[in-house]
């Protein structure tokens, strides 16, 4: 036995008539597909159902599954208390994930654990799942702040238990889709909200989960979704299987994308082992930028993979090219891993003789110093993609309408604190975004008064 099928859900307190007092009833395709998924749950009669929600307990590096014996929840902060739960655990299938992670060394367990009732990312779907069925044991998880990589590995994990344990089991993605569909919406609209919408429900409809890697978090967070890295662990959960999909309804009009697709299990399919696949495809095209990287990358390189492995700063090559050793400047040394930041550090003035030991030296510091960041492993190197920027001297200017978002970075100063932004940068659009977020990194107040300056950069990739 292992995961039989599927189902990607949403989950809108108010599609419970309790709840919706009439208000459901304007999402009815909505309501008659989840009763079809919790039918085809029931025929299923699985043994486990494991639900993956954003509204559980969720840390930035780590995924929590809920422990115990019992689960407990109601619909109290929705007006509707009489709206009761109260379902088993699967302890023993939580205590294998457990196991498992932990000889991996994978983030994920039941560590950190508050008391806290069941989420309504897990009740909604529940409730229409009792109405249906009630003969199973229930595992909880949420999601992390980690990248969607590291959630379709948590939901290769999940599968492995239930084929380890023997469990007949059934996977419920819990998420919606954008929230920004519509101006009268709750959260308004923007322009990336359809198209996540139409793009999330064509790549899940037909079950091309490796698509699912392609979604920029820019792009996600722009159309706010809250369900796209549930549906990843859901992708890993089946992993190697073939998969018939079916895309059972998509609505918006609320101004939030609910949509509903079932995925059932009808065998293994190699093709389908999608991380594999788009791990593989991410070294070639790392192998290929390495092999064209300058010699100001190809410094900072050495002297991260250097330090990483040896715990000491290297020497200035003797083959580094004259201009390094003759110019002296401020330089950023920028690390990503898979398409999200790693580690930056930069000196807006020289501090060293030279920019090859500024460059040498900033990439020590990106490696091991970022406070955002645990310092980076040595089975990380391979991942990394480097970048080098050379600044300018910074110029004071008078108001920010002599600022430019692709052209210029900018420091935001107010007495000794100080908060600088690189330009040219995914997802900072405005001026506005460029120095609020310039004022946090500062610690500085947004209402307080300061001096701004700009510079330039030449990025070295």
Known sequence: MSITAAFMVPHPPMIVPAIGQGSEERITTTVRAYEEVAKRIARIRPDTIIISSPHSVMYADYFHISPGNRAFGSFSDFRAPEIRMDLKYDEEFTAYVSKLCSEKSFPAGTLGERKRDLDHGTMVPLWFILKEYTDFKLVRTGLSGLDLFKHYEYGMILKKAADDLGRRAVFVASGDLSHKLQTYGPYGFAEEGPVYDERIMDVCGAARFGELFDFDETFCEKAAECGHRSFVIMAGALDGEAVKSEKLSHEDVTGVGY?????????????RHFLDKKLKDIDNELEEKKEKEDAYVRLARASAEY?????????????????????????????????????????????TDNLAEEIIRNAVSAVSEDPRFDAVRPDELKWLEINVDVLTTPERISSKAELDVKRYGVIVQQGMKRGLLLPDLDGVDTVEDQIDIARRKGNIAPDADVELFRFEVVRHR
């Open 259 to 271: 949509g509903i697709c079932s995925f059932d299990v009808t065998g293994q399919d190699e093709d």
């Open 307 to 351: 330090f990483v492995k040896n715990k000491r700063q290297m020497r200035v090559p003797s083959d580094v090219p004259e201009e390094l050793l003759k110019t002296r400047a401020g330089a950023f040394v920028s690390i990503h891993k898979l398409g999200r930041l790693r580690g930056c550090i930069g000196t807006i003035l020289p501090v």
